[in-house]
């Protein structure tokens, strides 16, 4: 070999005053470990290929069959799916669902109890639960607080693993623990065979065979008086001429992220009549004429996912819905994506965070595509309106206002549960018809809708419940209907930081007076009197320029408890 | 741009905004500017709405709007000035100020949060402070300290947007949300590739250059004076920034930070080398005083690159020149012109380079002048010469914005072009196809709709059968053959034997993957070719680059937006270099030396009498000098000691010089060889124009005096050619220029004064207030016949085959962080922080199969040398074969390649050689010879 180095042996010597650093083994940043990659390739293999949109179900996956996204497998996840990491973590720790654990970490325990601390589930005793749960808990199960699981009517409420239960005590979570009770009880709901025994998919069947066309389905809603029951209250015909204005491929999403605290109706008609609703949403498609049918539902309705899946299946066995023109997705702990647009996103595969409007969903949506989103419930009296026409449902109000409410009504209450009552129903009237306040209570004040609504006192009990009005001149709204009735047992600040609190936990973080607002809000609200200058100046920058109706809505608590009920925060 | 335009109230004056305007936007051309924080006025950079310190009042909505964000309609009625929407801005500067560190700790006290706090006198805020992040000080180039984070997401953009390096991400939720690096790692532990785009974006200083952030945090992007320039490092030609401060205790002046500029190429991009790599120049080792052989020693690398004076001594100016000139000229008297040579360097500027070439060709008297072009594209040139008569680009890379299709073949951009990488990464994501045809996987592969992984030096065989599928499938542009190309019929003909079904064993590309790619480029509105040394260095690098030539004229894919053919150049000036005339067989702007016209025109512009024959190459300049046909040799900037393929070989050669003088800032290892060394001046300390890879002309600038006694290089040239009795009178760098435009015609309507105060014209330029054309031979070729050329390829081996002894397949190239052969990037203390120990690069199975584990050290061997040095683990490169970098002289990949030539280009193959892998430390095996 030649060897002319023409150095005689010296050894080169390195130009520069490093030398200290040592060479990479590996190319920069976390490498893929070969055991969970293939982990994670067995397990998406019934899901080649692989999309984009998908990554929050594919944790999901992760998650259920580990019961944590462990830094390798989400590094495999991310290569799977040819994405940067950051974008795969960005996305699994936006979600509370998810537990992300990296290299050297403990994983979270086996079983994990997530108690209620909405407000109907804090007034029940939740923190009790919770300090008691926590002190005796054995090693394999942990316990977390987590926002409103859509249980206030039988709160407190609280979850093991994702079995989702009212009524809970200290020993009934023990025992469920103990026993490992981690899944849902299906509910006793309306089978296909039944509904359509009444008389069900008719409506549908007759639209898709030529008997109206959307125009005139949209007048008769318009004609009833239809509104968002989400929360929004915009008129659903019109919402249908918006979408349909765009071109194709449109899309059709269903809301089913009934994160409102204090809201359980949505879950109320899910768990008895779920095909009244899929019947709903396959006319709204069929009147936006969608390509495809989202339905976001939030992962703390488990038993709901399952058993539309099932009934989904059902319509695609008997051919009402092509196979795969349906798709259900999981939300995964996350109350800001009930906002439509961070619903979308999340549906995309993203963060939940809301975007920027103009545009409106209704022009650029899913996919960039037109998009119509629609509650549970706006679509679920769809076929019963197109049955019984327009004037039946828009009679159903009082006092000029249109239709049937579902109130969800919790708190000091007899009989607290779902109320079918008019629009413009009052609290008053509500709490008679639950029975009455709970024994050794006296009406002091409620929610009228919601964590988002505002608090009223008692004094203002007469005030319809309906959108817009004299609760809106008020600075409250009825939302998702959601009305938590509280007593002289309960503290009007104390309500106001549970609430506040919410939505610190919620916020989405993507702009500072959300972000940063509920953060120095709840600092605030907790020392001392309330300096309700600084608040108030606060709350205004929050109410103007938060980009959502999160960070819009959340001083409403604060602003009204300082009107209403000023004896308790000086 | 639709051009419509719409009209609304703007704090009470009737104003236009035009299609894609928003209301900051027009306010700011109105004279207002609406305080932003995470809305960056730059190109690239998307409005969020986020930070909520734009908001403005519009009538009739209920809530506020983001201006950055939202674009006005017509007779919309808009108040940026009232109560209500500059309550809310300050509101939002209150809650942030918050959590700030406090004024005096402040990570940038130049930040633009601190001045629009200042500007809306925000001083201290009233809201109660919340826990702050700790600072993650774990990458040696910037300091992150997110107490300071405002959530702006500027630098997530940054980097997934605008560099599409895909590192930081905004994780967790609400007021937990924080930046993180990949799974929330400490910057240095990520795969972040320090383009530092997040620090230029950062708008609070909580991302920082480290080098402006003092131990407690404390930092400041103050700087005494500014000074525009470009990029030294790679052939993309970034326009920056130089931010100087005086140094209190010296008084000195120094590059306390660089940013990127707007530049046609860069859009205020850089990359690591050339936001973080600049403090070469005040190294230690720094050459400030010229140095004189002393008698008697050996000449090699035997000394400590730290410490000439081992084998130097110190000399004057006066003397150094005396002994450098008298040396070259009594070789020149004694032993004819021919005895002596020249290499003149692609890192300086046109100005150096065209004196440098006069030098050799008037002053020794023979063409025998060249540079490293000839180690990088020599042969992608040759081809482009003979097809289409222009050795340049015909499109520049940011044409990509109009592609539908990219192929990037045989080039690794992330790491040796990356923010011309950061265009084809962007068209990747907004939805052209990226076609990447690479033996190694490369980190586009990740945005890439097809990577063809061939088999190392098989590109002929599998251009030859997409071209197959073309001409098969009647996929070619007839109408643009006819009008453009000549030779399609001898190359149809000769494409007959290549289908896809029989080229698919020698490529180990499937017949189906071919043909749909093949379908793509084709059928595409618009595709573009890049190539890198993947496809030059190869004994059949003109071949390939022939085959990529017809590819594109068959099918019409060059002379329009979005198309062409772009060979990315290497150097930050081996395009200029190269058209200054620093090559054998050409004078300036591609003349040809045996062309008698161009002798006449050339011989009269310089007066003087000029050899007509070509000479000789870098490699054939070795051999000459072995043969002891070469005796002295002038090297500026260059370093062949390790650069030259076999650089054994070389080094044999320049250690046999009778007469070596070595022009350069540092003592490489060639100027370890020298008689006589002669101090230079670093690209920051002097003036010169530069041409990048785009074609564009642009204007460095002096920031700096060169240390101790450094002189700036064409000076050093000129006192060079006066004591060969040129006498030569330049003034100045712009002088050399207005020279050189008697030469160049290509540098017609381009002055030095339009550098000066435009910084950049491309080209050809057609007139004198032109930017330069971008797109170029959309009618005609410049070649005799004004046609594009289509020469027929056939697929040949490599010189050297794998076989029992030698199983592996050896590439050389560079890696991010280092440049060339590391005399710049590895005196740079992030540079050679991030990568300070050179690697073989392999694939998992090699390693296990080698029974040693990645961080080992292995003996790489070939016929011509062998090295110690530790492996990487590096799944991307194939089974089989192995990737060294050439920059680290402890284990010089050159001792180990091929000096075998491509006929046309004369470039070696570095790209591919038989080699041994064993672990350190074992016995030699006795190869069979």
Redesign the interface.
Known sequence: MNKHTGSDGFKPIRPGRGGKGKGRAFPKGRQLDPVADQEVTTLLDAHQPLQRDMLIEYLHLVQDKWGYLSAGHLAALANAMRLPMAEVYEVATFYHHFDVVKEGEVAPAEITIRVCDSLSCEMAGAQDIIKALGANAPDNVRVVHGPCMGLCDVAPAAAVGHNYVGNVSVEKLTIMARDKAVSPDMPAYQSFEDYKAEGGYKQLQALRGGSQTPEQVIDTLLEAGLKGLGGAGFPSGQKWKFVRAGSGPRYLCINGDEGEPGTFKDRHYLHTRPHQFLEGMLIAAWGVDASAAYIYMRDEYPAVVQLLKDEIGKLEAGGIVPAGYVHVRRGAGAYICGEESAMIESIEGKRGLPRHRPPYVAQVGLFGRPTLVHNIETVYWMPQILEEGPDWFASQGKDGHKGPRSYSVSGRLKNPGVVLAPAGATVNELIGMCGGMADGHTFKGYLPGGASGGILPASKGDVPLDFGGELAELGCFVGSHAIVVMSDKDSMRDAAVNLLKFFEDESCGQCTPCRVGCEKAVKLMQSGPWDEALLGELTTAMADASICGLGQAAPNPIRTVMTHFKEDVS | MSGSTIKFTLDGREVEATDGETIWQVAKREGTTIPHLCWKDAPGYRAD?????C?VEIEGER??A?SC??APSEGMVVNSQNE?SS???K??IE??M??QPEREDAHDDQSSFLKWADAMDVDVS???R?TSPKPDISHPAMAVNLDAC??CNLCVRA??EVQVN????????????KV??????PMG?????ACGECVQACPTGALMPATIVDEEGRGSRKADRQVDSICPYCGVGCQITYNIRKDEKTGQDHIAFVEGKGGPANENRLCVKGRFGFDYIT???RLTKPLIRKEGL?????????DPLTHFREASWEEALDVAANGLKNIRDTKGPKALAGFGSAKCSNEEAYLFQKLVRVGFGSNNVDHCTRLCHASSVAALMETIGSGAVTAPFTAVRDSDVIVVIGANPTENHPVAATYFKQAAKRGAELIILDPRGTAMK?YASHMLQFKNGADVSLLNAMMNVIVEEGLYDEQYIQAHAEGFDKLKDHLADYSPEAMEAICGIAADEIRTVARKYAQANAAIIFWGMGVSQHTHGTDNARCLISLALMCGQTGRAGTGLHPLRGQNNVQGASDAGLIPMVFPDYSAVVDEKNLTKFEKLWDAKLDPEPGLTVVEIVHAIHDGAINGMYILGENPAMSDPDV??A??A??KLDHLVVQDI?LT?TAM?ADVILPASAWPEKNGTVSNTNRQVQMGRKALEAPGEAREDWVITCDLANRLGLGWTYDSPADVFAEMKLAMPSLDNITWDRLITEDVVAYPCPAPDHPGEDIVFSDRFPTASGLGKMVPAKVLPPDETPDADYPFILSTGRQLEHWHT??MT????VL??V?????VQMNVADITKLGVK??DRVRVTT????VEI?????D?VPVGAIFIPFA???A?ANLLTNAALDPYGKIPEFKFCAAKVEPAGSEHKVAAE
Not at chain 2, 180 to 185: A, K, L, S, T
Not at chain 2, 298 to 306: C, E, F, Q, V
Not at chain 2, 863 to 866: D, I, L, P, S, Y
Not at chain 2, 870 to 874: L, S
């Open positions: 709405g986020n930070c909520r310190a908001m809530v506020l983001a964000v939202r209500r309550n809310a801005r509101m939002v809650l942030l918050a959590d009233r809201f109660p919340d405002i959530h980097c997934r895909d590192v930081i991400g905004m994780a967790f939720r609400g007021p937990h949300e993180v690096f990949d799974f929330d790692d532990a990520s795969t972040c590739v190294s230690p080792e050996p000449k090699g690398l035997n000394m400590d690159p730290a990740r054994n070989h080094r044999a320049l250690a540092f290892e060889f590391g005399a590895r005196r740079s203390f050679d922080a990568n300070p120990e050179p690697v990645a961080g016929r011509r040398g062998e530790m492996v990487r683990q590096d991307q680290f002289v402890e010089a």
